[in-house]
């Protein structure tokens, strides 16, 4: 019943964050998960839910997933006493944005029996009009304004000002 010793900065660069060496992120509705991917590369230990969209963390050896309470007890309290695992060189290959980009592509592409089938569906369509509406709602100050209730950051209004500047 004693309180974990934690401290909970909120929103900060994580290169400011190289003397901690365990990340939790006990979300289950976080579909990226950057920023375990992000700690994981740091070569942090991280403490997340046996989740479909942990599946890809699981690999890593930093990686300590919990199914319930005492589990996640159990792998806190180990990695609170042994150093994370340095990244092997394999490993480190899996976060660059080459391999993301490769596993993307490998996750997005289809056959031609499903866009066949997607064609005679009139699926083709839909999906053209879904990428001109996610197009055009995050430019320009519309999008700023939606990047910002949502929490993220500007673009519109950043690259404007910075052609300012020149």
Request: aromatic content about 10%; hydrophobic content about 45%.
């Given at each position: 019943?004693?309180?974990?010793p934690?401290?909970?900065?909120?929103?900060?660069?994580?290169?400011?964050?190289k003397d901690?060496?365990?990340?939790?992120?006990?979300?289950?509705?976080?579909?990226l998960?950057?920023?375990?991917?992000?700690?994981?590369?740091?070569g942090k230990?991280?403490?997340?839910?046996?989740?479909?969209?942990?599946?890809?963390?699981?690999?890593?050896?930093?990686?300590?997933?919990?199914?319930?309470?005492?589990e996640?007890?159990?792998?806190?309290?180990?990695?609170?006493?042994?150093?994370?695992?340095?990244?092997?060189?394999?490993?480190?290959?899996?976060?660059?944005?080459?391999?993301?980009?490769?596993r993307?592509v490998?996750?997005?592409?289809?056959?031609?029996?499903?866009?066949?089938?997607?064609?005679?569906?009139?699926?083709?369509?839909?999906?053209?009009?879904?990428?001109?509406?996610?197009?055009?709602?995050?430019?320009?100050?519309?999008g700023?304004?939606?990047?910002?209730?949502?929490?993220?950051?500007?673009?519109?209004?950043?690259?404007?000002?910075?052609?300012?500047?020149?």
């Amino acid at each position: 019943k004693n309180p974990i010793p934690a401290t909970f900065p909120g929103r900060v660069d994580h290169a400011i964050l190289k003397d901690y060496d365990v990340f939790i992120n006990p979300s289950l509705s976080e579909v990226l998960c950057t920023t375990t991917a992000e700690a994981l590369a740091m070569g942090k230990f991280v403490i997340i839910p046996v989740h479909p969209s942990n599946t890809f963390f699981m690999q890593f050896p930093n990686c300590l997933a919990y199914r319930n309470k005492f589990e996640f007890s159990s792998n806190l309290h180990w990695a609170l006493s042994h150093d994370p695992a340095p990244l092997s060189l394999v490993e480190r290959q899996i976060f660059t944005w080459e391999a993301a980009s490769e596993r993307l592509v490998q996750a997005s592409a289809i056959t031609r029996l499903e866009a066949r089938d997607r064609q005679l569906l009139g699926n083709i369509k839909l999906d053209e009009r879904i990428a001109w509406f996610h197009n055009e709602i995050g430019k320009g100050a519309m999008g700023d304004t939606l990047r910002r209730l949502l929490g993220v950051g500007l673009i519109f209004n950043e690259a404007n000002s910075d052609i300012g500047k020149k």
